[in-house]
């Protein structure tokens, strides 16, 4: 294990896309270096650790093989989504001659490492742990950082994105790409607006942002489903605190000047980015893009 302890989430999604890298026939996204991220020790401590998880008795579980437990609960959301920010991305930059990336709890996210466009200048931030834990994992594996990656250590209740950004070398009169995946299942409405706001306010240019959430008005079509990756995720000491409606996220948006442009609901998701493979998209949890 290394000093630093990435926050779990950031070790299910890199687990959850290196196990399906490295086993699914019909592959949704190929994370090609989620397996390197995070290494073999962990790897097999997380895997490890599901599988007692499974055993446990009272935990909603029976009858699950790690596979299936990744295939049913976890796989649809964490591949449907990265995939969906990386076309978007890579749509953004056809018309653009250089634009800012800043991806907003970028976990183990190996784009960074994959892309080949020296256009995009990448900013990661992450909670200080996830961050150093991330960066040690670099080290550790000799990957030469490129020129257009900055990483930014952030804990978003104590300090101001916005400085950050800045001093790490966010430019705000160049076009931005957002991304916050993964994010809104843990956050109530309060702290999610701020970060919107922050990113208003960091740019005076063209910006984009990408994200997903679970519906609140449509919880009850997977209650089943997420009441099991509710439970799940608080035992892997994670608590999700719910979803929001998508009234609430509009004006969250609008009231910063966004202006949502796509939308991807559980058809969409299914048919667009989920339709050659095994796994079924949420009916609650929705992607959305937004323009300012």
């Known amino acids: 294990m290394l000093e630093a302890e990435a926050s779990m989430t950031a070790i299910i999604c890199a687990f ?3 196990y399906h890298s490295k086993y699914a026939l019909n592959k949704v996204y190929d994370d090609y270096l989620a397996y390197e991220m995070i290494g073999e020790m962990e790897y097999k401590l997380v895997m490890e650790r599901m599988n007692r998880i499974i055993k446990e008795e009272n935990f909603q579980l029976s009858g699950f093989t790690l596979g299936s437990l990744l295939d049913e609960l976890v796989s649809p959301i ?3 989504r990265i995939k969906y920010a990386e076309t978007c991305l890579k749509k953004y930059m056809e018309d653009s001659r250089e634009i800012q ?3 907003c709890g970028a976990g183990m996210d190996s784009f960074a490492f994959r892309n080949t466009d020296e256009r995009i200048q990448i900013f990661e931030l992450d909670h200080p742990n996830t961050h150093y834990y991330k960066i040690n994992r670099i080290k550790q594996l000799k990957w030469l950082v490129p020129d257009n990656v900055h990483h930014i250590s952030i804990d978003f209740d104590k300090q101001n994105m916005v400085e950050s950004l800045i001093e790490a070398g966010f430019q705000p009169d160049k076009k931005t ?3 916050i995946l993964g994010v809104t299942y843990y956050l109530e409405s309060e702290p999610f607006a701020k970060i919107i706001g922050d990113m208003a306010q960091l740019t005076n240019q063209e910006s984009m942002v990408v994200l997903d959430y679970p519906d609140s008005d449509l919880f009850d079509q997977e209650l089943d489903r ?6 799940l995720t608080n035992r892997l000491g994670e608590e ?7 009234k609430e996220l509009t004006k969250i948006l609008g009231s910063n000047g966004y202006t949502i442009t796509q939308s991807q609901n559980v058809k969409e998701i299914q048919y667009n980015l989920l339709k050659d493979s095994s796994l079924k998209a949420y009916k609650n949890i929705n992607f959305i893009t937004a323009k300012k």
């Not at 997420?226 to 439970?231: A, G, R, Y």
């Not at 999700?240 to 998508?246: F, I, L, T």
């Open 16 to 18: 959850t896309r290196a």
């Open 78 to 80: 964490i591949l449907s």
């Open 101 to 103: 990336y800043v991806n």
């Open 177 to 179: 790409f957002f991304a």
């Open 226 to 231: 997420m009441k099991i990756l509710k439970n």
């Open 240 to 246: 999700m605190k719910g979803g929001m409606s998508r």
